[in-house]
């Protein structure tokens, strides 16, 4: 890596130290323009909320942009979609919009990164097997932009959850990074600017929060780890996107839960329920604390997967993967995150009880 670490430290302490001055100010703000967070029945937290924080975190990204990054097409056209992203998560934040007009907003900022940016996963190669997109490559692009905007957003249920989440993949990919030796200016650079900037928010949302992301933060937050994921794909192996899929798998899997529970339910997939991941451990731990250190600590540990898997010891890095998601299968049998559990246990012993 070609920076020393001074540098890398001056870059994450100049955006936290900006955000961090800026969020009070956002606080102010939120109020000012109405962007506040009223606790409704499927809602953890009992009090009014200002929201906003997301702009904060925003406007670290633009300022470390315009003193350590480049500019070129790819980053113009970064930097286009999450004026877009960003602008759609504040009218949504002040007055909610409905989910097809979120949705458009998130689709227009991916075709821009795409088709403008060209920023696109072509192919990928692992293990003997190549695999080229070909013309799916750019429709899979957007919809795998889209898809990591709407987990972000869906994991932003409790004080600190999202943006702890998002901090920890930052931190994972700058270590993977720097142990590598692979650097191709942006995306390193893009890392380093969004530890400062996710720090600097977190410290006023981290429990017991005094200001939430918002929408504007979240997916803004999902968009720009979306596009750092594809800034890897520049050795077109599996691992620059499977690794990053695999450190982001808590809040990946929890949508995916999601989407199969209210489907199953016969719902549409964007209603909101209280039956996510985190309402699970929730219901069990009675503290917000308790709930999301225990969501930070599975996500560690696939970072630290990830860093085994890339590090030069892949068979202990498979090894950790495997475990963790036995433990997330084990969790999904045994709560509601899916299913209804304790319906489906006496459908089984209604049977049973038949059968004999």
Known sequence: ????????????????????????????????????????????????????????????????????????????SILIGSFIIILTGIFDDIKPLKPKVKFVGQLIASIIVVYYGGIVMQDVSAYGIYIDFGIFAKPLTILFIVALINCMNFVDGMDGLAAGIAEIYFITISIIIYITGIYNGLDASLTLIMIGAVFGFLIYNFYPAKIFMGDSGSMFLGYIISVISLLGFKNVTITSFVVPALILAVPILDTLFAIIRRLLKKESPAKADREHLHHQ???????????????????????????????????????????????????????????????????????????N
């Open 281 to 355: 451990i929730y219901n069990r731990t009675s503290s917000q604390l308790k709930t999301v250190l225990i969501i930070y600590m599975i996500n560690i540990l696939f970072s630290a997967a990830s860093i085994e898997y890339v590090a030069g010891n892949p068979d202990l890095g498979q090894i950790i993967y495997v475990i963790i998601l036995i433990i997330i299968l084990w969790f999904v049998f045994f709560t509601n995150i899916i299913f209804d559990t304790k319906k489906l246990r006496n459908d089984i012993k209604n049977v049973l009880k038949k059968v």
């Open 1 to 76: 890596m070609s920076r020393d670490i001074i540098e890398n430290l001056k870059i994450i302490l100049i955006v936290f130290g900006f955000v961090a001055f800026l969020v009070p100010f956002m606080k102010k703000m939120a109020y000012h323009v109405g962007a506040i967070d009223v606790p409704r029945t499927r809602h953890i937290h009992k009090r009014e909320m200002p929201k906003l924080g997301g702009v904060a975190i925003f406007l670290g990204f633009l300022l470390g942009y315009m003193l350590f990054c480049e500019q070129t097409p790819q980053m113009i």
